[in-house]
């Protein structure tokens, strides 16, 4: 509702009313007239200047990947060949025969590991190039966890082995089997000539 002004007859009436009053504060100065407040003129707020916006422009960047360990099949393809490339292709490709077998499928590892050792070094010591080393794929975990488990401990810890000592003086190459000797359930140990002394 519009603020209107006082007639004469309003601010006379006023007046007289003032005059018969009793001060609360008489200390304080008297004004004569009653003073009427101009209107206050609204201010205008300066309206907000929106930044343009990006889709996702306040978005972390995406991590690089992750740093789990790698499976044990790709941390032997990233080894290398070591050994003659045809002769590797031709082990790959199941077409070499291996020389000697030890199957560890269902061994706990306390007793898998100096099985392993005995047979490396006795077979190096006959002289035998290629042997297959049996581990089994392991069984799926049935209770996953917050930690993943790899799946076949002796999948995972016979590559291991065989590149310590005193295996890794003897082996020259370890890669997973092919499909007609165990696929990844097994592994083909190509190992070094025996050293002639004499």
Do not use: C
Request: aromatic residues 4%; without cysteine.
């Amino acid at each position: 509702m519009p603020r209107r002004k006082l007639t004469a007859d309003e601010i006379e009436l006023w007046r007289k009313v003032a005059k018969q009053a009793e001060r609360l504060h008489p200390e304080l100065p008297q004004t004569v007239h009653p003073t009427v407040l101009p209107k206050p003129k609204p201010t205008k707020s300066p309206v907000p200047r929106l930044e343009t916006f990006e889709l996702g422009q306040k978005s972390q960047p995406t991590p690089a990947g992750n740093n789990l360990k790698t499976s044990i099949s790709e941390a032997l393809r990233r080894d290398g060949v070591r050994m003659d490339v045809k002769a590797f292709g031709r082990m790959k490709r199941g077409k070499l025969k291996p020389e000697g077998r030890l199957d560890l499928h269902g061994m706990r590892m306390d007793t898998a590991h100096p099985v392993l050792v005995k047979f490396i070094l006795s077979a190096q010591a006959s002289g035998k190039r290629l042997v297959l080393v049996i581990t089994g794929k392991g069984k799926d975990r049935d209770e996953p966890g917050p930690i993943p488990t790899p799946r076949g401990v002796l999948r995972n810890q016979v590559p291991h082995w065989l590149s310590l000592p005193p295996l890794a003086q003897a082996v020259l190459q370890v890669t997973p089997a092919h499909i007609s000797h165990g696929g990844d359930g097994a592994y083909y140990v190509y190992l070094r000539k025996k050293k002639q002394f004499g």
